[in-house]
Nanobody, 114 residues
Framework: QVQLVESGGGLVQTGGSLRLSCAAS????????MAWFRQAPGKQRESVAT???????YYADSVKGRFTISRDNAKNTVYLQMNSLKPEDTAVYYC????????WGQGTQVTVSS
């Protein structure tokens, strides 16, 4: 029911920052728990950050202190602010609605140069 479109990926140097955006449409965005996942080459998809409808945020240990997930319900958008980027962060990043709807975006490539 929720259509998701990611943007903001790109190429950045180690230590740099990017902000990913995920625009939602097609459903009531504010009720959804949203998340960012990523999949690096040769790796399984992993959860990066989750934010509930109430605004509670949860992070993978690998990104704690560097990444921040947020949402703007008025804009039907969820963000992932990524700071102090490392080459290990290189992956395709996917926005997802995880509850109550299940929906995935197409992904946006983040490449961090070594």
């Amino acid at each position: 029911q929720v259509q998701l479109v990611e943007s903001g990926g790109g190429l950045v140097q180690t230590g740099g920052s990017l902000r990913l955006s995920c625009a939602a449409s097609g459903s009531i965005f504010s009720i959804n728990t949203m998340a960012w996942f990523r999949q690096a080459p040769g790796k399984q998809r992993e959860s990066v950050a989750t934010i509930t409808s109430g605004g509670s945020a949860y992070y993978a240990d690998s990104v704690k202190g560097r990444f921040t997930i947020s949402r703007d319900n008025a804009k039907n958008t969820v963000y992932l602010q990524m700071n102090s980027l490392k080459p290990e962060d290189t992956a395709v990043y996917y926005c997802a609605a995880v509850y109550p709807h299940n929906s995935w975006g197409q992904g946006t490539q983040v490449t961090v140069s070594s």
